[in-house]
């Protein structure tokens, strides 16, 4: 009998029993839940809407915050889990997931005012609504620093002016966290309210990639926020790099998702395919593409699983994150290539969620830190030396 599924090394063994009843839980509403009509929203260019709320009610949404704030305290291990099952599905729903929780929720949590906290976490948890992460704009990507938008000071307000783009669910937003400088040129959060005057909130259009996910701008024009709107503990662009640190993590875990979907369509693929009176996976050069991407993903997932592990002992360092994202990223939008080439002309159709999953993994290559800036990262860290300005 031949070996089946995606964990060869036997990794489950390394989970908790609770791990493991997540990961199969979330695995199940994936196939019930997501993959009946992802495909159709993907071609359409929509999210599903009401699956906010559902991930909320299943505890997926800022699952690793304290109860009373509407987590469930769950561990950083269970957190990647789930971010890899539902990228199994696509990567929209798990963008969404990691925006929600790692981007907005853990930064009102970690940085927020207790009435900040009171007033949007358990709502958030429970997908009444939804946040977005506002810090990317049109001429500042990989550098944030350099950020243009600004936060006047005004009595007891804040103007902000500027223009963030790029930002997952920008359009729809009940509240935007938004990166500016202030008046002494610090960079802070500012949480800005749907309808607030000033504020326009415009989704991106046809993208090839990221198509079952919101993507948008926010406009600001002399858009005015009471004082207490300013995440008190956000001192500089150092706490908004923490955020990204707990969504690239769970990223590093959701690229293994869409990977091992990849795998398991190509595997079953191949071994029905036949080509000259064989099936096309008894012939040497395809079996080496399989072993290579069940390779790449057991490793990927010892990678993210030690990450987790330190992250639950409060002992990971951002460079190991950056090494995971970097790495998990890499090999999974390898693997999605490799598997629609083994899956010939029929690859590229929408019968199959791999050319999704190739078309979805571009976006998650450059979100969240590019290929290049986490090799930067790692190199500064391992030399000593910053090959670039900040
Ligand atoms: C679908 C989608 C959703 C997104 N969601 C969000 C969100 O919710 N919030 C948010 O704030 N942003 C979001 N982003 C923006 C994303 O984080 C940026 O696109 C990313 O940081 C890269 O910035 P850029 O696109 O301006 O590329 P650039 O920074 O212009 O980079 C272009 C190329 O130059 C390379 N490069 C840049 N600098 C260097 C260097 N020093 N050395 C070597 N190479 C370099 C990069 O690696 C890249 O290949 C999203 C992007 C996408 C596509």
Not at 25 to 35: A, D, G, H, Q, Y
Not at 103 to 108: D, G, H, K, Q
């Amino acid at each position: 009998m031949s070996f089946q599924g995606v964990d060869f090394l036997q990794i489950d063994r390394m989970l908790s029993e609770e791990e493991r009843m997540i990961r199969d839980e979330t695995r199940t509403f994936v196939e019930r839940e997501i993959l009946p009509t992802i495909e159709g929203h993907f071609e359409a260019h929509t999210f599903p809407d009401a699956l906010s709320k559902v991930l909320g009610e299943q505890g997926y949404l800022g699952s690793f915050l304290p109860e009373e704030y509407g987590g469930s305290g769950a561990s950083y291990v269970a957190y990647g889990l789930v971010c890899q099952e539902l990228e199994r599905g696509d990567s929209g729903v798990r963008s969404f997931c990691s925006v929600q929780s790692s981007l907005v929720m853990l930064p009102i949590w970690k940085f927020g005012s207790e009435e900040q906290r009171r007033r949007w976490l358990p709502d958030m948890a429970k997908g009444r609504a939804i946040g977005c992460f506002g810090l990317t704009e049109p001429d500042f990507g990989s550098n944030p620093n350099g950020m243009l938008t600004r936060a006047r000071r005004d009595g007891d307000h804040y103007v902000l002016n500027g223009t963030k783009r790029w930002i997952t669910n920008a359009d729809i937003a009940d509240v935007s966290l938004v990166w500016a400088k202030d008046d002494q040129g610090q960079i802070g959060g500012f949480l800005i309210d749907r309808g607030t005057a000033g504020l326009e909130q415009v989704e991106i259009k046809r993208k090839y990639s990221l198509r079952a996910s919101h993507t948008g701008e926010l406009i600001m024009e002399d858009c005015r926020i009471p004082v207490a709107n300013r995440l008190p503990n956000a001192v500089g662009l150092k706490a908004a790099l923490q955020c990204l640190d707990s969504a690239r993590y769970g990223i590093s875990w959701g690229a293994l998702g869409a990977a091992m979907a990849c795998y398991e369509t190509a595997l079953s693929y191949a071994k029905e395919r036949v080509q000259f009176s064989r099936p096309i996976a008894g012939y040497q050069m395809v079996q080496e593409k399989l072993v290579w991407m069940l390779t790449e993903i057991s490793k990927g997932q010892l990678l993210s699983l030690h990450i987790g592990r330190l992250r639950d002992m409060a002992a990971s360092h951002h460079t190991h994150v950056s090494m995971a994202k970097m790495n998990n990223v890499r090999i999974a939008i390898e693997i999605a290539r490799t598997a629609r080439e083994l899956l010939g002309a029929s690859g590229i159709t929408a019968e199959y969620p791999i050319m999704r999953h190739v078309m979805n993994l571009e976006s998650v290559l450059t979100y969240e830190g590019t290929e290049n800036i986490h090799k930067l990262i790692l190199g500064k860290e391992i030399t000593g030396l910053a090959a670039f300005d900040n």
